[in-house]
C-alpha cells in the first residue's frame, strides 16, 4: 500500500487497479500523496507517462510537497504532463478523445474530482441540485471508466481523489459503482495523518515543506 505514495524499493513493482479513490479532509496532503504517486509511475519506467489533471489556480496556491531525498531537477518530471481544466466538461472532453491517442499514458490523475461539480455547468448555471451534481459526476465516472476499461494499453490507470469532511467520501454510493480500490485519510492529531486502505494503515505527515512517511502499521514491515 504504501509503495504507492512513497519512494520505496519497490514503488515500481505491484498490483495496479485500474480506478482508485483517494479521499480525506482538506488540508490532508492530497495533492501531494497524487503527486508523488504519479512520480512513482513515471520513474518505473523510460516509457511511462502520467497526466495530472487539476485546477491551475489553487494548484498554484497549494502547490504539492515531495517525499525527502527527491530531486526536483529530475528529467522523470518532463513524463508527468499537466493538463487544466476549469469544470466537469473539461475531464468529458478528455476521456471522449481518449481512445484517439496514439501514445497513452501509464496513468491518468484527477485532483480534488467532486470539487469540479460544484460549479458552473456547461450551460452556464451553477450547478446547486444535489440531484443534479449526481448525474454529472455519474456521467463522467462512467465516461473515465469506459476510456480506461477500453484503453489499448493494459497497464493505462485512473486515480482520483475526493474531499470529504467525515469519515468516507459523501459520495461513496457513486464511487463504489465503478471503484474497488479506496484509500481514506483521517486526522491523527500533531499534523499526522493516517492513510487506510483494506486493513492496512500509515501514518504519515507534512512537516518543513516535505511528505514524511512516519509509520507503516497492520502488518507493513518498515
Not at 487539476?54 to 527527491?70: D, M, T, Y
Not at 443534479?132 to 471508466?145: E, F, G, I, K, N
Request: aromatic share 10%; hydrophobic share 40%; proline share 4%.
Amino acid at each position: 500500500m504504501v509503495e504507492r505514495f512513497f519512494p520505496t524499493k519497490s514503488s515500481s513493482g505491484g498490483r495496479r487497479e485500474k480506478m482508485t479513490l483517494l479521499s480525506g479532509p482538506i488540508s490532508s496532503g492530497k495533492t501531494s500523496l497524487l503527486f508523488q504517486y504519479a512520480l512513482n509511475v513515471a520513474s518505473a519506467s523510460p516509457s511511462n507517462r502520467v497526466v495530472f489533471i487539476c485546477h491551475r489556480k489553487r494548484l498554484e496556491a497549494n502547490p504539492p510537497f515531495l517525499s525527502q531525498g527527491i530531486d526536483p531537477s529530475s528529467d522523470v518530471f518532463n513524463r508527468i504532463h499537466m493538463k487544466y481544466v476549469d469544470d466537469d466538461e473539461g475531464i468529458r472532453r478528455y476521456f471522449a478523445a481518449f481512445h484517439l491517442h496514439l501514445d497513452l499514458p501509464a496513468a491518468v490523475i484527477i485532483d480534488d474530482f467532486g470539487d469540479f461539480f460544484t460549479q458552473l455547468n456547461s450551460n452556464g448555471t451553477l450547478m446547486n441540485s444535489s440531484r443534479a451534481r449526481d448525474m454529472a459526476m455519474v456521467r463522467t465516472l462512467a465516461l473515465c471508466h469506459n476510456a480506461i476499461t477500453h484503453a489499448k494499453k493494459a497497464t493505462c490507470e485512473l486515480f482520483i481523489s475526493e474531499t470529504n469532511p467525515g469519515d468516507s467520501p459523501r459520495s461513496l454510493f457513486i464511487y463504489k459503482r465503478w471503484i474497488t480500490t479506496i484509500f481514506t485519510i483521517k486526522g491523527h492529531g500533531d499534523g499526522s495523518f493516517l492513510l487506510r486502505s483494506n486493513g492496512k494503515s500509515a501514518k504519515y505527515s507534512i512537516a518543513l515543506q516535505y511528505l514524511i512517511l512516519e509509520e507503516m502499521i497492520d502488518g507493513l514491515a518498515e
